[in-house]
C-alpha cells in the first residue's frame, strides 16, 4: 500500500520557520523524484519545489527561492521541506507528490502564516 505522509505544519508568526516532512512508503522512493505542491483557498495546486530521485538537482518556483530549501533522505524514505522567512503568501495546504512510473499524492499538511 503507497503512503505518503507529510507532517510539520502548523500556525507560525511572518517570518517564522517550519520544517515540513513527507515520510514514504510502499513504492521504490529512491526511484521517483519527489516535488511540495501548495494550494491556497480558491486556487489552483502549484507546484513549490522539486527534487530529483538522487537529490542532485533541486528546483523552486520564484517566490519561494532563497527561502525554501527542499531535500531528502533516501534511506529514511523522507523528503523535507524548509521554510525559512515565511510570508502570509505562503498560507496553503501543503503537498508531497511522487514522480516516476506511478505518481503518488499525500493527504497534506496546513500551513498557516499570521500574526
Known amino acids: 500500500q503507497v503512503q505518503l505522509v507529510e507532517s510539520g505544519g502548523g500556525l507560525v508568526p511572518p517570518g517564522g520557520s517550519l520544517r515540513l516532512s513527507c515520510a514514504a512508503s510502499?513504492?521504490?522512493?529512491?526511484?521517483?523524484?519527489m516535488s511540495w505542491y501548495r494550494q491556497a483557498p480558491g486556487k489552483e495546486r502549484d507546484v513549490v519545489a522539486a527534487?530529483?530521485?538522487?537529490?542532485?538537482?533541486?528546483n523552486y518556483v520564484d517566490s519561494v527561492k532563497g527561502r525554501f530549501t527542499i531535500s531528502r533522505d533516501n534511506a529514511k524514505n523522507t523528503v523535507y521541506l524548509q521554510m525559512n522567512s515565511l510570508k502570509p503568501d505562503d498560507t496553503a495546504v501543503y503537498y508531497c507528490?511522487?514522480?516516476?512510473?506511478?505518481?503518488?499524492w499525500g493527504q497534506g499538511t496546513q500551513v498557516t502564516v499570521s500574526s
Open positions: 510502499g513504492f521504490t522512493f529512491s526511484s521517483y523524484a
Open positions: 507528490n511522487a514522480r516516476g512510473r506511478y505518481r503518488y
Open positions: 527534487i530529483t530521485s538522487a537529490g542532485d538537482i533541486t
